[in-house]
């Protein structure tokens, strides 16, 4: 079923949740090597003002034993990542992005700046947000809050 020879994927990865790995196992299914931009701190804090992160050693490090569980961690290049782009916009050798819907509209912006520079644009693969029990995407917020856990299984009020 692979695709393509790299494929790129980014994120926080923060609450490292379901949704997280269908994302990064999908950028799995379709290329041989994965190239994953894992947001650093800084550009973190960036992203979300309103609530502390997982520093940036213990997510690589849940993000790894993830690769290694899975035997995906030969196949996997884990880069920092300090902007919206990372090596996306640079790397010729990157054939494919995956990409949430929420995150669809970057992996465009992604496209357009490849163009300009003579890059090919990117296949853009885009996955659907993964549901909580209550049918409301699985997100780092919602875990945070103690709305779900990581599962996306509601946490009663007596669990917290």
Known sequence: MRKFGTVAVGGTFDEFHKGHRALILKAFELGERVLIGLSTDGFAKKLRKNR???????????LTVFLERNGLRRRAEIVPLDDPYGLTVTDGKIEALVVSRETKPRAYEINEIRTKRGLCPLEIYVIEM???DDHI???STRIHLGEIDREGRLVSKRDK
């Open 52 to 62: 502390d992160i997982e520093p940036y050693e213990e997510r690589l490090r849940e």
């Open 130 to 132: 993964v549901p909580a």
């Open 137 to 139: 995407s699985i997100s």
